[in-house]
């Protein structure tokens, strides 16, 4: 059975666009998929079904083989529960420390009064230390987060969402606002996560070099479409153009 099975997934947004068309796809456990394409050919909508942020308006979404295309109250929390999310903002509280930070990754949503008051259990902490080590930054755990370099925040992210124990991952654009060395190292992180704890990772990434450097499979989106799903090494050229346009020209990030 595929961890995540996507079957004729459609999104219209109240306003009318329909932002994704007739998309299906499978990702097996331990995969390290990459979705690629345009800005606002869909990537993000398509990551926020799978986590159930948006409803889809048509299609379904099996995860585990259980459908959860339109689950709701107990049943959607215990889908999200599964899914670590990692943001392009990283969407840490900067005035917290780095260990609380990633403590709050074992909590609902929102942190609750006790939590922002300190007071975990000691194997909590005991976890996010271990997390932190996955990170390589466990050294960092009692500083500020807003003290930390853009990349090094990212690594508290990935930290905060292990807490989950999630068995698939998902980030938006997880170094888009990172510089190319940067970039690399929470790649490497990330992959990390993959191959030593099993998790199953879903990206969205703008640079091809980085797609053929981590990604296992990928999937390209053009105007809501799924135009390709394959092997890093197939895109050539060709498919290079029908992905990003005629006009495209591949950037390196080295
Ligand atoms: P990507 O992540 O590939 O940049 P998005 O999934 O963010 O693309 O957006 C896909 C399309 O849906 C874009 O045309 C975008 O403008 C549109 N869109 C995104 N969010 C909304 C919304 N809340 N309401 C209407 N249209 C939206």
Redesign the pocket.
């Known amino acids: 059975m595929s961890l995540l099975s996507v079957r004729n997934l459609s999104h219209t947004?109240?306003?009318g666009?329909q932002?994704?068309h007739d998309i299906s796809f499978d990702v097996q456990a331990g995969e390290f998929l990459v979705i690629i394409?345009?800005?606002?050919?869909?990537?993000?909508?398509?990551?926020?079904c799978l986590n159930r942020l948006i409803e889809p308006t048509q299609g379904t979404i099996l995860m585990n083989g259980t459908d959860v295309t339109h689950v709701s109250d107990a049943a959607l929390r215990s889908h999200r529960a599964g899914i670590g999310m990692i943001f392009q903002h990283f969407n840490l509280i900067p005035r917290h420390s780095v260990v609380n930070n990633v403590l709050y990754g074992s909590l609902g949503s929102t942190p609750t009064m006790a939590s922002i008051l300190g007071r975990f259990t000691a194997e909590q902490r005991q976890k996010a230390l271990q997390a932190l080590d996955v990170v390589g930054i466990r050294e960092k755990a009692d500083v500020r987060a807003d003290a930390l370099s853009g990349g090094q925040q990212q690594r508290v992210a990935i930290a905060r969402a292990l807490m989950q124990n999630p068995s698939l991952l998902l980030a938006?654009?997880p170094v888009a606002s990172l510089d190319p060395a940067t970039s690399h190292s929470v790649m490497d992180y990330l992959e990390r996560v993959n191959k030593d704890l099993g998790t199953t990772v879903i990206c969205?990434l703008h640079f091809l070099s980085l797609v053929r450097r981590y990604a296992t499979r990928v999937i390209a989106?053009k105007g809501?479409r799924m135009v390709f799903n394959g092997q890093p090494d197939e895109i050539t050229d060709t498919w290079f153009k029908t992905i990003y346009g005629e006009e495209a020209m591949e950037v390196e990030i080295r």
């Open positions: 947004y109240p306003n666009y932002a994704l394409g345009l800005s606002g050919s869909g990537k993000s909508t398509l990551l926020r938006d654009e969205n989106l809501g």
